[in-house]
């Protein structure tokens, strides 16, 4: 079953319960919501939604260099019709681009770690227009390493200490090592 307007806004409820201060940023997408209209179709404009994947290993998070837009980020995407759940297909993106073994990948929280509400600037040559990404990153924990990756989406992936991945990417990479079940899931 694809991924509907209800699972998107129960992902959104669940993380402005645990985050209240992000009602504000997070107010036009939460009213867009409320309308329903297939916010998992890439082809909905004004808005739709994309998952994310911060994945963990030890004291470093895995970035990817995004080819459309020349700057490191975590592994994401657009939502597939095929997707059944928002953290799948977090998993999904992050072992299609990666080529991380997605058995070798753990949640370390059902609930997103930051969901971020953007605006994306015109794509004529996918016949986009300027729209908004509402973009749900999921935490994860894994010992694996990168494999083969998707050279059509990403130019590389690598290894960032902490502290270096969040200067360069921003604050939903200290979410990522601060989610609730991580050390729950090391033995910890």
């Known amino acids: 079953m694809a991924i509907s307007d209800v699972d998107i806004s129960s992902a959104l409820s669940a993380y402005l319960e645990r985050h209240p201060g992000e009602a504000g940023p997070l107010s036009e997408p939460v009213q867009l ?33 995004h080819r459309a837009y020349g700057i490191l980020l975590q592994p994401g995407g657009h939502l597939e019709p095929t997707d059944a759940t928002l953290i799948g297909a977090s998993v999904r993106e992050l072992a299609e681009e990666t080529g991380v073994d997605p058995g070798k990948v753990f949640p370390a929280s059902p609930i997103p770690v930051y969901i971020e509400y953007g605006r994306v600037p015109a794509r004529p040559a996918k016949d986009e227009p300027d729209h908004y990404h509402l973009d749900i990153g999921f935490a994860f924990v894994t010992d694996a390493d990168v494999g083969r990756i998707q050279e059509s989406e990403v130019r590389g992936a690598a290894w960032y200490p902490l502290a270096e991945a969040e200067r360069l990417v921003g604050r939903r990479i200290g979410r990522a090592v601060s989610a609730p079940a991580r050390g729950a899931l090391w033995g910890q």
Do not use: C, K, Y
């Not at 409320?34 to 970035?63: C, K, W, Y």
């Open 33 to 65: 919501l409320s309308q329903g209209s297939d916010f998992a179709s890439r082809r909905n404009f004004p808005m739709h939604v994309t998952v994310s994947a911060l994945l963990v290993r030890g004291a470093e998070i895995l970035l990817v260099e």
